[in-house]
């Protein structure tokens, strides 16, 4: 089975700094998806980005961008120009890519880092 | 498209009354699944359908717990009885298995209390 473990429950940046949060898995497939999801306190959420593990290249939108190591299963979210908005709890998530039937769809999640925003 | 709905957001019951949580996925989604979220626990995910059959429910912590979805565009979670330590947020997400990403659509949640 796939775990994700996110080891910072909490951080902290300044406002318009950049913050950097970790994420790493354990999977044995060599197929799958990684995504970011935000949790604002309305509690809905929100996709930030997603990452195929078949592509090199690191995945952005527009001021999140990925750090994706496959070999070493790591999957760090890069926020940058941090604005208040930005406050919430993130959460790592996997997904296997590899088709096993109604299985294939489910996701993993970390336990989550709560970002906080410091004017 | 209002997305994923659910239904009520906040639901505050007594222990051993019976909880019904309502999901409405998106339509033309075809695989529906039911999270519960907890500070001590994370996201779990309880049970999830594809085509209203249900797939996998072992993530449904015991027996109190049923899951139904009668048709595509409707879903509910029940307890009964409901105890103290049902209390989450139950989220519901959609799906369609069509496309490159599969992303999983999420509703608001419902907040649950049990005294």
């Known amino acids: 089975a796939q775990t994700v473990t996110q080891s910072q429950p909490e951080m902290s940046v300044q406002e318009a700094e950049t913050v950097t949060l970790s994420c790493t898995y354990d999977?044995?497939?060599?197929?799958?998806?990684l995504f970011w999801y935000k949790q604002p306190p309305s509690r809905q959420m929100i996709l930030v980005i997603r990452?195929?593990?078949?592509?090199?290249q690191n995945a952005t939108e527009n001021r999140f961008s990925v750090n994706f190591q496959k070999a070493a299963k790591s999957f760090s979210l890069k926020i940058s120009d941090s604005q208040l908005g930005d406050a919430a709890m993130y959460f790592c998530?996997?997904?296997?890519?590899?088709?096993?039937?109604?299985?294939?769809?489910?996701?993993?999640f970390g336990k989550g880092t709560k970002l906080s925003v410091i004017p | 498209d209002a997305g994923v709905i659910q239904s009520p957001r906040h639901e505050v019951t007594e222990m051993g009354q019976e909880v019904t949580l309502r999901c409405k996925p998106i339509?033309?989604?075809?695989?529906l699944f039911w999270y519960r979220q907890t500070m001590m626990r994370g996201l779990e995910l309880l049970i999830y359908?594809?085509?209203?059959?249900?797939?996998?429910d072992s993530g449904m912590p015991e027996d109190r717990f049923s899951a139904k979805m009668p048709n595509a565009s409707f879903s509910t979670l029940k307890i009964q009885p409901s105890e103290p330590r049902d209390s989450a947020v139950y989220f519901c997400?959609?799906?369609?298995?069509?496309?490159?990403?599969?992303?999983?659509?999420f509703g608001p949640g419902t907040r649950l209390t049990v005294l």
């Open positions: 998530a996997y997904r296997s890519a590899e088709y096993s039937g109604a299985g294939s769809y489910q996701l993993t």
């Open positions: 339509s033309g989604h075809n695989s």
């Open positions: 999977t044995s497939e060599s197929d799958y998806y």
């Open positions: 359908f594809n085509n209203n059959v249900p797939i996998d």
């Open positions: 990452q195929e593990a078949y592509k090199q």
């Open positions: 997400a959609s799906i369609s298995r069509f496309g490159t990403y599969n992303e999983q659509f």
